[in-house]
């Protein structure tokens, strides 16, 4: 990219940083300490608020860079992350936004342990709920690199990497200053930021082919390099029976990963009633549909203006994509609309990944903290010492997630959120579910199905072609695959399930009736929720 492509993104940059720290600052300097108002802004945010936020902790690297990026690629295959992640948002609509806020306080252990022993159960769901913010962390940290890497040349290595740590630190300081209230108010500026953007290169896309979708198809198949197989499904998933088993592994991963990711279970927390927390996920239901509906245009736009060739020359997984195409829509790379428009899709792409990780890190700090340090001190902790160990936390995990960015930086940022949902929904949703309608589960049930689901989906991962066997694996000099597919999830969720019920049937401690009955209570009508 040109000088002037680097000095006004990097401006832009500069500016949502410091507008963002001044909000922290701002909210440190209001704060009064207590856990409440630490891990969910003091309940003080109105059912639209939230719902902006919910979009803007969803909307994330992997949705603007990565789905744009694979339907850039892949064409119809493609469409699959957009269709999944947006479905998933009926389930959380139905089966958990109002029950979670009526049964618990912080944090997903909450649910769970409302009923059972506490001790195994928080660490159980504690461990869980860390490692799936770990992971989505990598995505964004691995769509940061590519995107400053792109803004620097392309080829500096050494740029990715600072970028991987500079977002590590700035996320450490969002949430260790500002808590659930700054990352809130940082959430919202950007889903605003990130709508305008993507309706901007939208309108763009559709004009520059007046308004004829179809003719925008075909030019995409055209230029695709693949011809009418663009838009027909099989280019990624359909080869083999195994790429068709990955195909439904993934579909099932994210429509029912959302339902258990830490960060946005915790959302439902920050709103005063059940009720409002029904309203946030309508609110966001429409702002994030409307978003995955304009990834769509945005893929095959940048197939059909830059090229398949020209997105993969760029980065070989497909996250430059749309900053790609607003270069092109712009102008062209020596124009000065290409240069404004490129630097504002380049700043709001990071002012994205910002705010996902200030929202991932405080999910998982708050388990580090609420459900882990709580538990293992074998007494709860005092609240001012618990927030202070979330900000310790924050760190940890940052320093975790940096190291693993730079690991998995060749990977497209969308597969790696894949990788997160269906650990997700393998060992957060069964657990989540058994506890809010099976009367009959138990303490060892609980424990069972939350390692039950996490542990072969962890291993599977391990085992598969993304960490080794091939040229774009993480370790492609050693070949220690066994499991063909790249997602776990067919395998991994239903032994989730399967985990819970042997461990509940299997156990002999009976069921606690009485708090099944006052969960179930507290549940469907609000009373005594937090």
Known sequence: MTGDHQTLALLLFGVFVAVTLAITTWVSRNRHGSAEEFYAGGRLFSP?????????DYMSAASFLGISGLIALFGYDGLLYSVGFLVAWL????????????????????????????????????????????????????????????????????????????VGALMVIYVSLGG???????????AVLLMCGAIALTVLVLVRFHGDFDQLLRTAADRSGHGSQFLAPGLRYGGDWTSRLDFISLGLALVLGTAGLPHILSR???????????RSVVWSIGLIGSFYLMTIVLGFGAAA????????GSNAAGNTA??????????????????????????IAFATILAVVAGITLASSASVAHDLYASLRRKHAKPRS????????????????????????DLNVAFLVGLAFAVAASANLPVLLFSLFWRNFTTRGAVWSVYGGLVPSLVLVVLSPVVSGGPSSLFPGVDFQYFPLENPGLVSIPLGFLAGWLGTVTSSEPADEAKHAETEVRSLTGAGAA
């Not at 089966?95 to 252990?109: I, K």
């Not at 659930?180 to 950007?190: D, F, H, L, N, S």
């Open 305 to 312: 203006i830059v090229g398949s060739d020209a997105v993969r």
């Open 386 to 409: 618990e927030v202070a160990v979330a900000r310790l936390a924050a760190a940890g995990v940052g320093v975790v997630a940096i190291g693993l960015g730079l690991l998995a930086r």
């Open 48 to 56: 639209m608020e939230n719902g902006f936020a919910i979009a803007g």
């Open 91 to 166: 389930v959380v609509l139905f089966l958990v936004a109002e029950l979670v806020r009526n049964c618990g306080r912080f944090t997903l252990a909450d649910v769970v342990a409302a009923r059972m022993r506490e001790r195994p159960v928080r660490i159980a769901a504690g461990t869980s709920s860390v490692t799936v913010s770990v992971l989505y962390l990598v995505a964004q940290m691995v769509g940061a690199g590519s995107l400053v890497a792109l803004l620097l040349g392309g080829t500096s290595g050494a740029a990715q990497a600072w970028t991987v740590i500079g």
């Open 322 to 347: 749309v900053p790609l195409l607003a270069l092109d829509l712009g102008g062209g790379a020596d124009s000065t609309g290409g240069t404004v428009l490129f630097a504002i899709v380049a700043a």
């Open 268 to 278: 439902f927390y920050t709103v005063p009633t059940a009720r409002a927390a029904r």
């Open 180 to 190: 659930m209230r700054a990352t809130t108010w940082i959430q919202i500026v950007k």
